[in-house]
């Protein structure tokens, strides 16, 4: 017992500093997390990004040919390309073609997907020259 009584408030210094090492603990694994998620939503928007610019070179390229009608135009590649990181995209193009016979038209491309509950989406929009290349 008179070892116990000389050892005066350790217990209470054991437990303060216990305290204090979870807490930083769970502060850097709050922040792993956090960071975690961030590069998944980053690899998400870079993945739609790119199916994005695909599909406006494919359409870039029927404008070359001529082949462009007013109206929403699906994907254009391969099916399997909009499954990407565990995910699956919808990538569609808005066009309209100018009324003014310029072969000028207004393509509107959007990859669409779902992260964390919540539905994110991409747009770029550019002018494509809708007629065929005469040599």
């Not at 070359?64 to 995209?89: F, H, M, Q, T, V």
Request: proline share 1%; net charge neutral; with cysteine.
């Amino acid at each position: 017992m008179k070892i116990l009584k000389d050892v005066k408030g350790f217990f209470l210094l054991e437990a303060l500093l216990l305290c204090l090492v979870i807490m930083a603990l769970s502060g850097v694994f709050s922040a792993y997390r956090l960071s975690e998620q961030m590069h998944a939503e980053n690899k998400a928007h870079i993945a739609a990004v790119f199916l994005a610019q695909e599909q406006m070179a494919y359409i870039v390229e029927k404008g070359s040919e001529g082949k462009l009608n007013s109206g929403r135009l699906s994907w254009l590649g391969s099916e399997e390309a909009l499954s990407l990181n565990r995910k699956d995209y919808e990538v569609y193009a808005d066009i309209a073609v100018s009324d003014g016979g310029t072969g000028i038209c207004r393509v509107q491309v959007t990859a669409a997907w779902e992260q964390s509950g919540k539905a994110r989406k991409v747009s770029f929009e550019r002018l494509v020259r809708n007629v065929a290349t005469v040599p």
